[in-house]
């Protein structure tokens, strides 16, 4: 009986491997990053929420799409992303809906509801979060996620069809058909949740490309997503149907928080140096990881939305009296396309160049 249950999940587990996963654009936090989002958290101040009428939230929600529809198109075709006709031709909508959220429809369309609006603080907490659901439209996490759905609804059909033909009767048809209608339920929710937490961090990843194309302080990403953890449905974590923590929909908070400071970052960074190519930028934060000696220095592109991270991973002296380095490297690119990686060494003597052996 253990080995005819194992069938069926390693089934599952095999067709959701099939399942189309995240890009994961963008630079990960540290754990003094994370502490940091847990700080804030506890003791964060935030501005008080503007409490906006109807029209009032009409009028920012127009401000608002004016700013960062345009910036968010020419981020889509810089970066060659999905959908981007539809940021231009899907206008955003207020929905009356009292619930601090926001989503994409199956056509590409923003919603905005009124409660996310009246509780947002400043027009630029309000652009995050269009920014945001842009991101998931650049992304094409709407189409994935249905994509995810239907693999996930077959692995879990076959899984309880395999089920049903050890533990029921062959000639009860009924149980057999539960069996296979319970297990293509079940692996639909889990196809529909099996990446949702990371297309929420890619898509603030996209958030932010946005926001700083527009001219927007990447700040207003943080106060929002601080705003955010502390409504009803930022403490439930976004739980998914399933009511359990496999099924969160979401990153945990400080998870989420603390990545946006990390990408926050390192994209100031950028666009304080005026350094325009992932060349420019990676050279740059191999020099300062050298000199520094930090066990992590981070890059991210405005411009493309490629990122990376050197890693410092050991120091010594040679035995010509060379300072030398071992760090590893590893570059992320955005819209689909795949990330590299690896290691080298680079020495130097006191006062020169480093120079890679």
Known sequence: MARSGAVPAALLALL???CSGVDRPGVP????????????LQAGAIPRNRQLDE????ASLARVVRHIRPAAHRVCQRMRGANCGAILTRSPIRSRNREINAHVDGSHRVTMNAGLLSAAGSDEEIAAVLAHEYGHVIADHVDKRMGDAGVGALGGLLAGTLVGAVICDRSDSDCMGDMAHTGGSMGLG???????RQHELEADYYSALILAEAGVPLEAGERMLMRLARTKEGRDGGYGPLGMA???THPANDERIARWIANRRALQYALSTGLRTDAALASEARRRALESGAAETRWANPGTGHSGVISVKKRWRSAEGLACVRYGWKSWQAAGRAGTGGEETACR?????????
């Open 349 to 357: 003597t006191a006062g020169g160049p480093w120079r890679v052996r």
């Open 190 to 196: 889990i196809g529909a949740l099996a990446y949702s």
């Open 29 to 40: 936090a540290t754990g003094a990053e994370k502490q940091e989002a847990r700080r804030l």
């Open 55 to 58: 029209a009032g939230q009409h």
């Open 246 to 248: 496999m099924a969160r």
């Open 16 to 18: 959701l491997a099939a």
